[in-house]
Structures are given as structure tokens and as C-alpha cells.
């Protein structure tokens, strides 16, 4: 018998000009509707996705406007981590950011998947 995972990592590199954005919070917030604790690495231009005020007007129809997809997510109990490396290439700051975004490096990620984290990458 498989082993059940209740964990998901998501890994994002797309930012909001792609509809893989939107699909992945789609994926991310039915996961957590299914039960499962779920994290989103933000990395590369996927970063730009927390930054205060810079999604408000973006859709990739017929999903959910990409905002209310990631505010859904991150009041529904999902984790946002930025990659530290991209926060910092972009000139970002904490205070740039949406509330409930944390800065971090790859290892807090790797963490979960060594504990048997499934994951999936856009």
C-alpha cells in the first residue's frame, strides 16, 4: 500500500505575464481544499507575484483573477516563501511584499520534501 502524503511543495519560476500562475494557485488551493498542508516557493519571476499591488488586475480566464487566488491561499493556511536571492535581485524588501510572505532560501523547501513532501514544479 502506498504511503499517503499530506504535504505538497509547489515550486513557481513564472510570473504574472503566464497563465501557469494562476493555474498553480488554482492546484495549490484545491490541495488545501482536499486536506493537504501546502507551501509555495516563489522563485525567479514568480517573486514579482507578492509584491504589493502588482497582480490586482491580472486573469487568465476562466480561472480566478490571480489575486484573489493567492489571498485565498495565504487565508486558507498555505505557506509563501520568496526565494532570498530573488527578493534581493529584484531590490524587494519585507515591507514590498503581501503579509504572510516569508523570505527564505531553498532549504526550508528541501526540508519538506526529505520529510515526503510531494511536489510539483510551473
Known amino acids: 500500500m502506498a504511503s499517503e502524503t499530506r504535504e505538497l511543495v509547489v515550486v513557481m519560476t513564472h510570473g ?6 494562476s493555474v498553480a494557485f488554482t492546484i495549490a488551493n484545491g490541495a488545501i481544499t482536499a486536506g493537504m498542508t501546502v507551501y509555495v516557493f516563489l522563485t525567479s519571476a514568480s517573486v514579482d507575484l ?6 490586482e488586475m491580472t486573469q487568465a480566464a476562466p480561472l480566478e483573477p490571480l489575486a484573489s487566488l493567492v489571498k485565498d491561499f495565504a487565508a486558507r493556511g498555505g505557506t509563501l ?6 527578493v534581493k535581485a529584484r531590490g524587494y524588501e519585507q515591507a ?3 503579509d504572510g510572505v516569508t523570505i527564505t532560501g ?8 526529505m520529510d515526503g513532501a510531494a511536489t510539483l514544479s510551473f
Open 16 to 21: 504574472a505575464d503566464h497563465e501557469l500562475s
Open 50 to 55: 507578492v509584491r504589493k499591488g502588482a497582480i
Open 81 to 86: 516563501w520568496a526565494c532570498t536571492p530573488c
Open 96 to 98: 514590498d511584499l503581501i
Open 106 to 113: 531553498a532549504s526550508v523547501m528541501h526540508e519538506r520534501i
